[in-house]
């Protein structure tokens, strides 16, 4: 068992519920397991199974279960118990919970010491329409065969993808297609559509000229500027921002990554606190993209700030419950983010957003960063800060 220090634990076990079994929860789950034997834990995820979300896109070459561990494994790996429901969290509920110490799954009460909400964040919802698909369904088929299941059923000659959003999950989702329809040998044309001009508007601009000059390279068309409207059966509906004008253009299959849109972003304070109405929850924490947390650390939605803030309460959770009772301030900054540009190719930024990396070294970034969360998840703890 590691040493935490300012953690004097106290005499009872105590019982923590984890609301989420994404990067955050598992980091709760496995840093409370590095520091303390004394915990009783209970994941609540709707999931069968751990997804290891930020290689989706590899889909079109790996299968999809290699991105999956089953709960069942995680409960025998950290000796914790899983139950497979989904929870309403809203305000109400959190002050109840709080003050009862119990909450309801199902017909099963659960009590506990210390509550976590880490339930991710919710993608934008888009009307179903025949020849859409979103990040849902890539959770539940790999891209592969979802791809080539559509493409089956079309009867043109050179059909035409449209991948609608350039955030970080449509441009890793684009190049993966790319290589994938050239490995397949299957003639189809590309194009990408994004409401402003530049790709990655989130990132250093440097991200947007190398991304843009490998499309051009790559010959994948890119409608700048433009609002997705919906699909027919064949065509997207498109609306030119500037003018208004709406066209419709060919397309046999399209793909919607437009992003996140948080309903719920509970607001905590630096320790990680949930609190409501300026009153602090003290035995309800946040992690992960559904929180934000008052404090110079990052809360950008990322896997990397999910897992650290995830962290970052499971100690707090620790020392809360032990004598001493001094809680650790979130201050963590992310030091690089890198967005695979298909298997060979990448670009990101290290330790400065002003540090450019792309190609191999971009690659062995993403490389290292990945096989860390692999191996928490394995139960051993690699991350320095
Ligand atoms: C394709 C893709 C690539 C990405 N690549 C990167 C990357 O390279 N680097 C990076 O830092 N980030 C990346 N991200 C972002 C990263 O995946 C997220 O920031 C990260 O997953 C957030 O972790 P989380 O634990 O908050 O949420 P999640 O990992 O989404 O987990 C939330 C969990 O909560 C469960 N849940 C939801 N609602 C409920 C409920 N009501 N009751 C119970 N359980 C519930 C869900 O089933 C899920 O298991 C990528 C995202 C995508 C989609």
Known sequence: MALLPFYIPGRRRINVIIVGGGYAGMAVLTTLKQYASNVDITLVDPGA??????????????????????????????????????????????????????????????????????????????????????????????????????????????????????????IQFLFEIHQFLNRQKIKARLRLINASEQVLVQFPRGFDTYVQTLMRECCIDFAANTRYLGQTDQEILLEDKQSGNVTALPSHLTLLFLGKKQKHLWSANAFGQITIDHKILPHVFTAGDCSTYRSPGSNVQSAQSAVRKGKLIARNILRHSGLLKILEPYLHHDIGYVVNLGPTDAVGWLVTEGNIVTGLPALTIKEIVETQYDLLLMGIDTYVI
């Open 49 to 170: 199974q751990h997804l290891k979300i930020t290689h989706l896109h590899e889909t079109f070459r790996y299968p999809l279960s290699d991105l999956l561990t089953p709960f069942s494994e995680l409960e025998k790996r950290f000796n914790c118990r899983h139950i497979q429901a989904s929870l309403t969290v809203n305000d109400a509920m959190l002050r109840q919970w709080q003050a009862d110490r119990y909450l309801a799954v199902g017909n099963e009460i659960l009590t506990f010491d210390y509550l976590v909400v880490a339930t991710g964040g919710e993608t934008q919802e888009s009307e179903p329409a025949t020849n859409v698909l979103t990040l849902q369904d890539f959770m539940h088929t790999a891209g592969s065969s979802l791809l080539l299941n559509h493409l089956g059923a079309v009867a043109t000659e050179e059909p035409f993808i449209s991948v609608v959003g350039a955030g970080a999950t449509g």
